[in-house]
């Protein structure tokens, strides 16, 4: 039996114009009074942040802005601490997937009324849970209205990773309504974001779309909004390393990103490149959208024994040469964009392999991972293909 969730989400506004289109219109839907908008500090420096706060007006709580990158646990408790603290009645999150993340980890906490003095990696995965279509009936929950600045599609989602520093793990956690109930994507809230961010979030949406079609459990949805995500970023992510100000592309793949993720978000597993992705990230401090970059082709290499029916037919669908292997493709396009597509050129070399390895707990995407993954003698053959 195959099973598709559907998000607690209402709307998605795309296009050139929509923030100063659909916020306003949104605050008024909601009855929001009070949001709070939680950003970065790069954001404020490049004046995104102030034309946001712009639109909310005199509503505006307050803004919080120092949310680290893989959105660490100190940064969740402070969220709380300032929803709290200016009596918060909402949250508007600009930003990209940390932002995002770390916004949802702190609707989950308020959900389940967390001291912020008892917020950790433990509390916060205790408080998760529900399942993605079990939403209940406890819609007195804060929720989020997010404005994302790069590609990683984590405004689609209602799970999220924070990074618990004291054991470098990347934890998920989240709750049916922890995913934003509206989207706000506009083209314009991309221009400021750094071109390596852009373009490897955008590389972690092509993640998103292979991983997706190459699941053990896809579903009919998945397959189709994962062949049409791969289409327009093959065609968007070229375009808008070769005309940075070109919105249009931009806008193809603020698409793409969306379609990409669609699958994950409706209960479809993930596999090794995006399990290796957060050991990488909450261990190594490498940025998601680079683990994509570095993993995803030699995952795809190291699964071919058992998919590469499947790999072939994402490779026919997306209108790539099905006689060449799916992770030639993958590879290239990524280079093609100056993306690294190898563990050393992330800062990753051999002498660390081991501990990277050592890492895996026997759960989460690796554990889905279509090829199965035994230990780490299996991860050591896939992270050299990486090296």
């Known amino acids: ?3 598709h969730h559907w998000p607690a989400q209402q709307r998605v ?4 114009g929509a923030l100063e289109k659909a916020l306003p219109r949104e605050l008024d839907a909601f009855g929001w009074q009070r949001p709070l908008l939680i950003t970065t500090n790069s954001l404020i420096r490049s004046g995104m942040a102030e034309r946001v706060r712009a639109l909310l007006g005199d509503r505006c709580a307050g803004m919080v802005a120092d949310i680290p990158a893989h959105s660490p646990i100190v940064a969740v408790a402070r969220l709380v601490a300032a929803f709290r603290a200016e009596r918060a009645d909402g949250v508007v999150a600009l930003g990209g997937g940390s932002v995002i993340d770390a916004t949802k980890a702190m609707l989950v906490a308020l959900g389940a009324g967390l001291a912020t003095g008892d917020i950790t990696g433990d509390t916060l995965v205790k408080a998760s ?3 993605t ?7 007195s929950r804060p929720r989020m209205i997010a404005i994302p600045t790069t590609l990683s599609a984590a405004e689609f989602t209602s799970f999220g990773g924070v990074t618990d520093t004291a054991i470098g793990r990347k934890l998920m956690v989240g709750h049916p309504l922890s995913v934003p109930i509206s989207v706000i994507q506009d083209p314009a809230c991309t221009m400021d974001t750094p071109a390596e961010l852009l ?6 949406s092509v993640d998103h779309s292979v991983e997706g079609f190459c699941s053990v459990n896809t579903s009919p949805i998945s397959d189709a909004t994962a062949i049409e995500a ?8 070229p375009r808008m390393h070769a ?8 806008g193809d793949a603020q698409a793409a990103a969306w379609l990409s993720i669609q699958g994950r978000s409706g209960g479809v597993t993930h596999g090794a490149s995006h399990g290796i992705g957060y050991l990488l990230g909450g261990g190594f401090n490498v940025p998601h959208g680079l683990t994509s970059c570095v993993m995803l082709p030699a995952v795809l290499r190291w699964n071919r024994p058992v998919n590469e029916a499947r790999q072939q037919a994402f490779c026919e669908r997306v209108g790539l040469d ?11 396009l990524f280079a093609s964009v100056g993306l690294a597509t190898r563990l050393s050129q992330v800062g990753v070399g051999p002498d660390r392999f081991e501990k990277l390895a050592a890492m895996y707990d026997g759960t989460g995407p690796i554990a889905a991972n279509p090829r199965p993954v035994k230990g780490a003698a299996d991860l050591l053959e896939i992270i050299a293909l990486a090296a």
């Open 13 to 16: 506004h795309a296009g050139i």
């Open 199 to 204: 373009l490897s979030t955008a590389a972690r």
């Open 129 to 131: 849970g529900g399942g």
């Open 322 to 332: 099905p006689s060449r292997p799916l992770a030639d493709h993958v590879e290239a």
């Open 133 to 139: 279509s079990h939403w209940g009936t406890d819609f």
């Open 243 to 250: 005309n940075p100000a070109d919105p249009q592309a931009r």
């Open 230 to 237: 791969a289409r327009r970023m093959w065609s968007a992510l």
């Open 1 to 3: 039996m195959q099973t």
